[in-house]
């Protein structure tokens, strides 16, 4: 019988920092928000953080992480060809892009140093190129049995433990103020979670990445003059 521990403990090594596929290096437009005065300090840093959140990953990366779960788990590699091809349709500039293909790469290669079982090495060849992020993420979280719900909250919190330490950096922010805008994020992330669930349910045309504003300052910090994350 599987320990119901497993699960969790297979969550938790997917949200933490320490896993080696480069998350660090981008602040997914954050640093430029911060260059253009639009989250420069504790409160304007979560209300940006939050927003992003529920108004993009709940619409976008989270239900197509619910998705290439489920079909990992049935083996249906047509299917995730497809959600990973909407991924990489949608980003929206060359820094997003980037993003989405280098930690994807990462995570396949970190899979198949694990050899996690035939099933998940199986869905990785059958995409015939590296997976984006939340799909390679998606089929890591496959090869255990945690739920979808908390798969989803894993991956929530990654991002935002990421984004957080970002702020530290770039604003800057002092620990405790970064950790204050963690636990916002953290009370924010059922709801996104849910959101989510919803929009996966609905099918594929429910589904969107807009958020324009955000793309238009990820592509100004490709020029940015001064810059600690990649672009």
Known sequence: MADPRAGLLSLLWLASPA???????YSEGLEAAVDAGLADREETVREWLIDQLLLGLASSELPLVALAIEAARRGDATRL?????????????????????????SIADWLAQRAPGATALAMLDALQRAPTWPVGWAIAASTSDASIDDALAAYAFAWSENAVQAAVKAVPLGQSAGQRVLQALVAATPAAVSQARLVAERGDDARQAFLPGLAVLSARHETQYSRLFRS
């Open 19 to 25: 896993l080696p596929v480069g998350g660090f290096s």
């Open 81 to 105: 060809r497809s959600l990973d091809a909407w991924m990489r349709a949608t980003r929206e500039s060359a820094e997003f892009a980037l993003q989405a293909q280098q930690m994807g790469r």
